[in-house]
């Protein structure tokens, strides 16, 4: 009896199987709020006031510039005997802002992906433009 489970479970181990995994760094940036920042008014404070801390700052000469930054990934396998597949798929939103040396917002970049990674195994394509306009539409005032 106990060689027929030891068989059964060691059978259980050789059989294929899938995984999916989701990791995430940091919120996805709020676009909204990105549209509220106005160049020549808003300053470093209130930046950091509405979204937190940046991820980085750079200092340029007398200006300064921040960055911050979100990242969203899913990854999937198949699992078989002798042979495995596996795709990772990662998105980030990603923000630069930029102040004069009196600390005033003199412009901004951002750039939203973390709504756009999909599940899909290494033959698939994840960036179809088709996909990335489904995914667009599902986030709201996500201009690409």
């Not at 510039?65 to 980030?92: C, G, M, P, W």
């Not at 750039?111 to 033959?123: D, F, I, K, L, S």
């Amino acid at each position: 009896m106990k060689t027929s489970r030891s068989l059964l479970f060691s059978s259980l181990l050789l059989l294929p199987a899938c995984a999916l995994a989701r990791q995430g760094t940091n919120e996805p940036l709020d676009a909204a709020v990105i549209r509220s920042l106005q160049p020549g008014k808003t300053t470093a404070r209130e930046v950091v006031e509405r979204l937190g801390a940046p991820t980085e700052v750079v200092q340029l000469g007398r200006r300064t510039a921040y960055r911050y930054d979100a990242s969203a990934t899913k990854s999937t396998a198949l699992i078989l005997l002798l042979v495995n597949f596996a795709n990772q798929d990662t998105r980030t939103d990603r923000l630069w802002v930029f102040f004069d040396e009196n600390n005033l917002l003199t412009h901004h970049g951002a750039w939203y992906g973390t709504h756009r990674p999909q599940y899909a195994m290494p033959w698939e394509d994840v960036h179809e433009a088709e996909d990335n306009a489904e995914a667009d539409a599902e986030r709201p005032g996500v201009v690409q």
